[in-house]
T-cell receptor, first 116, second 108 residues
Framework: EAQVTQNPRYLITVTGKKLTVTCSQNMNHEYMSWYRQDPGLGLRQIYYSMNVEVTDKGDVPEGYKVSRKEKRNFPLILESPSPNQTSLYFC???????????????FGPGTRLTVL | RKEVEQDPGPFNVPEGATVAFNCTYSNSASQSFFWYRQDCRKEPKLLMSVYSSGNEDGRFTAQLNRASQYISLLIRDSKLSDSATYLCVVTPTGKLIFGQGTTLQVKP
């Protein structure tokens, strides 16, 4: 089954404790991205990657890191989480980018993160 | 002004009703437009792309008005299963910009 998976689905942690949220897709998509979703603000892009070893900042990259060592994986790293990073996080992938009528974004199931 | 604006609702309608949502965008250079559907606490899924000439998919019709910079989604004969949040997406600078969503509740 074609899908995007994220782990963990739920995480409660404390300020300053490094964490990684994994994202993996099995569709051989070149493009992957991370979003956070907050009430009243919608989905905001954190980082994106056009291909292996190619990553770039989205609209809200502060406090996050990513890496793209393999095509299928795109982990999100919070080196020192803070309470304002409490949010619902989505990973997404698509064939060839963000724009273009045919570039449907496939989203993972989401990770609900709480930082105390 | 937000790049993409939607009325958050909720829109409460009875089964069988016709409902329409609008979404306005600020950057006239936007090229591609989409509607995504998001069920409560789940991931967004593509509902339909929006073409310049307008397009229809069953009970759903999407329209684009470039002059007034808005897109619309019309749902005819609403079903209970249409209850969800509908996200408008535009692409002003080669990136996807999501609206905050419009919530629809269809009641029996």
């Amino acid at each position: 089954e074609a899908q995007v998976t994220q782990n963990p689905r739920y995480l409660i942690t404390v300020t300053g404790k490094k964490l990684t949220v994994t994202c993996s897709q099995n569709m051989n998509h070149e493009y992957m991205s991370w979003y956070r979703q907050d009430p009243g603000l919608g989905l905001r892009q954190i980082y994106y990657s056009m291909n292996v070893e190619v990553t770039d900042k989205g609209d809200v990259p502060e406090g996050y890191k990513v890496s793209r060592k393999e095509k299928r994986n795109f982990p999100l790293i919070l080196e020192s989480p803070s309470p304002n990073q409490t949010s619902l996080y989505f990973c997404a992938s698509s064939l060839g980018g963000q724009t273009g009528t045919d570039n449907e974004q496939f989203f993972g199931p989401g990770t609900r993160l709480t930082v105390l | 002004r937000k790049e993409v604006e939607q009325d958050p609702g909720p829109f409460n309608v009875p089964e069988g009703a016709t409902v329409a949502f609008n979404c306005t965008y600020s950057n006239s250079a936007s090229q591609s437009f989409f509607w995504y559907r998001q069920d409560c606490r789940k991931e967004p899924k593509l509902l339909m792309s929006v073409y310049s000439s307008g397009n229809e998919d069953g009970r759903f019709t999407a329209q684009l008005n470039r002059a007034s910079q808005y897109i619309s989604l019309l749902i005819r004969d609403s079903k209970l299963s249409d209850s969800a949040t509908y996200l408008c997406v535009v692409t002003p600078t080669g990136k996807l910009i999501f609206g905050q969503g419009t919530t629809l509740q269809v009641k029996p």
